[in-house]
């Protein structure tokens, strides 16, 4: 890059427009190189798919955040900033934050909830759960697809996989919001102490729900199983819970909502997915890539790595901007088109390697049923106005609201 032209990357990251509709800039900025260092902060953002590619799955990058020289477990940092400094320790011991066996020792106990047989099992209960939330909405008229059904439903599910009482789904969204802030870089004063507080309060309401028995085969009784065994100390057991209900919440209802946008600004592709339902799993693999949601995936060098010409040294913090990864024209036909039957669809919205995303299954499952009972009960799905960006994250691109307009089938 040339001398004196190098991006202000906060500021281009942060700024309204981009948040609007980023992928205009990412474009621009991946012609700048696959991997490129920011001076001000030391971070390498990565834009290319082969890069990120290796580098996800690579062991030598890990995702374990105290090993970020210079970041919030630096003696500095904490003296800056205590109130950070005590959210992201109490944050820290999770599968997510941790890398090499002590990662796979949380993982392991999470990770028969996820299989296929397991999925197979729930895929009634969520379509029931949609089926609750159609039966609410009119036969004709408008809703707000995502206040209705889009953030509900997955709040739902994963209340039925926790064994969590849908009474407190309301509560479980607020901690949720509060929380889901923590891994963006435009947290301010105030949502760091929103968030300590959330997580104080979500841990005291799971630690009573963990001396219960809680049912077979729920997350909440394999935690319970694991704490008691010893896998799991109690902090573990807690901020794993917390961490999987966070991070299984809001990413589902972006998928639902940003896949039902570009559903309707595409009305021939609405009516070939809702004609031809064997385009389901095709068409979800496809909003993943076009409208990924989480922007940013972060990994921290476990020791030097060299990618495409450019060495991360140990210790360097590391951001894929999945924006851009997943429309790299270097590995996608068309990358900026909507091509619900693509082939051979590696978009990276879920990760990679050792961290991939555990509840890749049940994000899926849950979309390819809100789809299809969506096309179900409805004839004619249309715009009724605007579409609502959420624009005070910068990692998770979501809708807060989306107007629609409905015709049931006769
Ligand atoms: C569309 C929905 C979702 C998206 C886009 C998403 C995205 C991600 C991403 C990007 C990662 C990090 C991967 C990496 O670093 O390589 C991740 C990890 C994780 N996700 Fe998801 N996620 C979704 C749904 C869920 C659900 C439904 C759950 C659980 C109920 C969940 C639980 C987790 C957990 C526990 C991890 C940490 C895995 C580990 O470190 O081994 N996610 N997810």
């Given amino acids: 890059m040339v001398e004196g032209t190098a991006p202000d990357w906060w500021a281009i990251l942060s ?9 205009p800039t990412l474009a621009r900025l991946r012609q700048g190189g696959a991997v490129q260092r920011d001076a001000a902060t030391g971070i390498f953002f990565v834009l290319g798919h082969a890069a990120f590619a290796r580098i996800a799955k690579s062991t030598a990058m890990g995702r374990d955040t105290r090993n970020w020289i210079g970041g919030w477990n630096d003696p500095a940092y904490a003296a800056a900033d205590p109130n950070g400094f005590r959210l992201f320790s109490e944050f820290q011991p ?101 968030a ?34 010893g896998t799991l100390d109690e902090e573990e057991t807690l901020t794993n819970l917390v961490s999987m209900l966070v991070a299984g919440h809001e990413t589902t209802v972006t ?45 921290v060098a476990r020791e030097d790595f060299e990618v495409e010409g450019v ?43 050792p961290h991939v995303c555990i509840g890749a299954p049940l994000a899926r499952l849950e979309a390819q049923i809100a789809f299809g009972a969506m096309f179900d009960r409805f004839a004619v799905i249309a715009p009724a106005g605007a579409p609502q960006w959420r624009l005070d994250r910068m990692n998770a691109r979501g809708l807060a609201h989306l107007p629609i307009r409905l015709e049931a089938r006769v």
């Avoid at 953030?151 to 309301?170: E, G, K, W, Y």
Wanted: aromatic fraction near 6%.
């Fill in 15 to 23: 700024d309204r427009e981009f948040l609007e509709n980023p992928y």
């Fill in 94 to 194: 999770q599968m997510i934050n941790c890398d090499g066996a002590d990662h796979r020792r949380m993982r392991k106990v999470y990770e028969p909830a996820f299989r296929s047989q397991a999925m197979a099992a729930l895929a009634p209960a969520i379509q029931r759960r949609a089926n609750e939330l159609l039966a609410a909405m009119p036969d004709s008229g408008e809703i707000d697809f995502i206040e209705d059904f889009a953030a509900p439903l997955p709040l739902r599910v994963l209340c039925d996989l926790f064994d969590i009482p849908q009474s407190m789904d309301s509560q479980i969204a607020g901690w949720s919001a509060s929380l889901i802030r923590i891994g963006d870089i435009l947290i301010g004063p105030n949502e760091k102490l929103e």
């Fill in 196 to 229: 300590l507080q959330a997580l104080d309060d979500f841990k005291s309401f799971l630690r009573l729900r963990i001396a219960e028995p809680g049912a077979p085969g729920s997350l909440m009784h394999m935690a319970m199983a694991a704490h008691s065994d």
């Fill in 255 to 299: 998928l639902i909502g940003n896949g039902m946008l570009l559903l309707l600004r595409d009305p021939d592709a609405m009516a070939r997915l809702a004609a031809d339902r064997g385009l389901m799993r095709t068409a979800i693999e496809e909003f993943l890539r076009l409208e990924p949601g989480g922007n940013m995936i972060l990994r």
């Fill in 311 to 353: 060495t991360i040294p140990k210790g360097a913090p590391v951001i894929g901007l999945i924006g851009a990864i997943n429309r790299d024209p270097a590995r996608f036909d068309a990358p900026d088109t909507l091509d619900l039957g693509r082939a051979a669809n590696a978009q990276m919205t879920f990760g990679g390697g």
